[in-house]
């Protein structure tokens, strides 16, 4: 499976992007979705997560109420819409699948993470 993400820019305090992660290669809906993101001199770290079918969704706490994961199955894609950006939010962000065989939080480990995508840039100015 090869995921492709997109939609990264530079953006103000309080602004908006909306993140689309491509997937190609596999049969999309057997794979549940992440998002994470690694600033500059930070670990990787989770930000959000849908399940294959879409039904359950998981968000790092700091991000909660601001983004939103979605995906459509029809398209390959998975987005992440990020309201109301802040300093913070600014890393590079990337897509990953694991297997729908998975559930819960913790599928979202890096040891369990089949493919990642390459990253996109979000940039959030003060």
């Known amino acids: 499976v090869q995921l492709q993400a997109s939609g990264g820019g530079l953006v103000q305090a309080g602004g908006s992007l909306r993140l689309t992660c491509a997937a190609s290669g596999g049969t999309f809906s057997n794979y549940n979705m992440g998002w994470f993101r690694q600033a500059p001199g930070k670990e990787r770290e989770f930000v959000a997560a849908i399940s294959w079918s879409g039904g359950t969704t998981y968000y790092l706490d700091s991000v909660k109420g601001r983004f939103t994961i979605s995906r459509d199955n029809a398209k390959n894609t998975v987005y992440l819409q990020m309201n109301s950006l802040k300093p913070e939010d600014t890393a590079v962000y990337y897509c990953?699948?694991?297997?729908?065989?998975?559930?819960?939080?913790?599928?979202?480990?890096?040891?369990?993470?089949?493919?990642w995508g390459k990253g996109t840039q979000v940039t959030v100015s003060s």
């Open positions: 990953a699948a694991v297997g729908n065989w998975c559930s819960g939080r913790g599928c979202y480990a890096d040891e369990v993470i089949d493919y």
